[in-house]
């Protein structure tokens, strides 16, 4: 976050100059006016008046202008900080998506950024020149001076504790608008199952108590903050008054002449105004520290060391060495010291019951997600040591859900490569090979309008079965070493399942080496090893045929039937 507001650095220092002269400039109608109560009407100069009106004019105009140019510096820093750390903070998004601040990165740095071109940011700029107007002040007359400066001291401790009162609502009120605003996306990821099961009004019911509660702290910090503010304008506003009427005794007494007392209103007001707006912003500012906390927290998770040397392509032999996940709790275990080698061409199965752990081992070896403990190595290199951009290419993974995107389905096969600048005849070829490789083109050539039909977000637009169709081409698509796939058949039929079977044969004799997480039995004619686990552990790990020797029930003998009958039952 500070590297990247260094960029910004000769924009913020170029607007707190032009603040400076901005600020020198509202000096102007206070000098204005003493010339003109105390050389213009006791003379009866009308050119003096003149002379000076224009002078006044000339200075309020270039003012004008100034601040026009600072606020367009602040524009111009927003934009530039946008495009340092958009990016950034995108990536680190998706480096870490679990992260609390995740989803509401772009949310929260968009504030922060608007922020940073808004009045708060502006009165903090102005409010240096507050003793500068308090020092005028005293050289008016010290009493004139002692009343700014008591007035500026009542509305810093207002400031202070508008801080204290707010602070803690706000940041509650922050929480619970992340949380609300996230409850918000996964509903409408989910709609189409709301509507089919009737839980649209309760879901709305339960998203109106996330929003009253939202709506409660907010509430709370609003009310709090209003009060100061009333105060504030209360204090600047009676200061003002006081000043005209210390300003008519001291005339009265000969010690300030009459154009002194409304240039001491004028200057006790324009020293008072920047703390005012201060308050008045206070929320806003705060809201934009706690953002810059938050986002800086979850770029320092992502911090990205240097780019590691580059490694040759992978056969595909994969080890997987004592590799341990901890629950969210951190008091047990997901996976527990699994221990695995399989050689390049190898086509492996991981079946068990449900909640063994399989489709979180097909992550950590797809490079999905990271392991707490152990190693997974492909071709003797650790995961780690690769460039993750690298190891994408020769890694392919099916999730349980396709996560197709919304774009062509050309564009979500070549995962999105087009983006970069890569050749697009050369994307199209590796495209229609991962298709044919998969058994989808024909599939995807009787959509309208074929590899160029566009999918809507989340994938909308393709049946289940033909999502995963889909999928598994992008997973083969630039022949990775590595086939990662997680019930890759969930949702096919039996022409879907002797495709996939016919493409995971075909993908074997090219020497690849093929990790299947499934539940049915379908694939087993190519499938060379079988690991079984449960609870979180290896159970079972071997040859395909010894495994299932040992996993595969004995039928019960009819009655009457001979044992070899039985044993062909078997």
């Not at 996976?335 to 992550?363: C, F, M, N, Q, Y």
Request: a positive charge.
């Amino acid at each position: 976050m500070r590297a990247a507001f260094a960029r910004c650095r000769r924009h913020v220092a170029a607007a707190a100059g032009f603040s400076a002269l901005v600020n020198l400039l509202y000096i102007a109608p206070t000098l204005y006016m003493l010339q003109v109560y105390d050389r213009v009407v006791p003379t009866q100069g009308e050119l003096t008046l003149l002379f000076l009106t224009l002078i006044l004019l000339f200075g309020l105009v270039t003012l004008s202008l100034l601040d026009r140019v600072r606020s367009r510096l602040l524009v111009r820093a927003g934009v530039l900080l946008d495009a340092v750390l958009a990016p950034t903070l995108l990536d680190a998004t998706l480096r870490r998506p679990d992260a609390p601040t995740a989803r509401a990165a772009l949310r929260e740095f968009d504030a922060l950024r608007v922020t940073l071109t808004g009045p708060g940011i502006l009165a903090l700029f102005d409010a240096p020149w507050t003793p500068i107007y308090v020092l005028l002040c005293f050289l008016i007359h010290p009493w004139l001076g002692v009343l700014a400066l008591v007035g500026g001291g009542v509305l810093a401790a207002i400031a202070w504790r508008n801080e204290r009162a707010t602070r803690g609502a706000l940041e509650k009120a922050q929480s619970a608008a992340t949380g609300a605003y996230a409850a918000q996306e996964a509903l409408l990821g989910g709609a189409d199952a709301v509507r089919a099961l009737g839980m649209r009004r309760a879901m709305v019911s339960r998203q109106l108590r996330a929003r009253e509660a939202m709506m409660t702290q907010q509430t709370d910090a609003g009310f709090a903050a209003g009060n100061y503010l009333t105060a504030s304008k209360f204090v600047r506003l009676a200061l003002q008054s006081l000043a005209l009427g210390t300003g008519a005794l001291l005339a009265i007494d000969n010690k300030i002449s009459g154009g002194a007392i409304f240039a001491a209103s004028f200057l006790i007001a324009r020293a008072l105004s920047p703390i005012e707006q201060l308050i008045g912003s206070w929320r806003s500012l705060v809201l934009a520290r706690d953002s810059w906390l938050r986002l800086d927290r979850l770029l320092a998770g992502s911090v990205v060391t240097a780019e590691p040397t580059r490694l040759p392509a992978p056969r595909g032999d994969l080890v997987v060495e004592g590799v341990t996940l901890f629950n969210d709790t951190r008091d047990g275990t997901i996976l527990s010291d699994i221990s695995l080698r399989i050689a390049a061409g190898e086509v492996v199965a991981i079946v068990g019951p449900s909640g063994a752990g399989k489709s979180t081992l097909a992550r950590i070896v797809a490079a999905a997600s990271v392991a707490d403990r152990g190693l997974v190595r492909l071709d003797g290199a650790a995961l780690g040591d690769w460039d993750p951009e690298q190891l994408a290419r020769h890694i392919g993974y099916l999730p349980q859900e396709p996560s197709l995107f919304a774009g062509t389905i050309k564009e979500n096969i070549a995962r999105f490569r087009g983006e970069l600048g890569e050749d697009a005849a050369e994307l199209d070829a590796a495209v229609i090979a991962a298709a044919e490789m998969a058994r989808a083109r024909e599939l995807i050539q009787h959509l309208k309008g074929g590899f160029d039909y566009t999918l809507r977000p989340g994938g909308g637009g393709l049946s289940a079965g033909q999502a995963q169709r889909v999928a598994l081409a992008r997973a083969m698509f630039g022949d990775p070493a590595l086939l990662v796939l997680d019930e890759p058949n969930a949702h096919l039929d039996s022409e879907g399942d002797q495709a996939l079977v016919a493409a995971i044969d075909h993908y074997k004799k090219q020497g690849h080496t093929v990790l299947i997480v499934s539940h049915k039995l379908s694939i087993l004619p190519v499938v060379d090893k079988l690991v079984v686990m449960r609870g979180g552990r290896v159970e079972l790990f071997g040859p395909r045929d010894e495994v299932l020797a040992k996993i595969a029930p004995p039928r019960p003998r009819p009655v009457g039937a001979p044992v070899g009958q039985q044993v062909a039952n078997a």
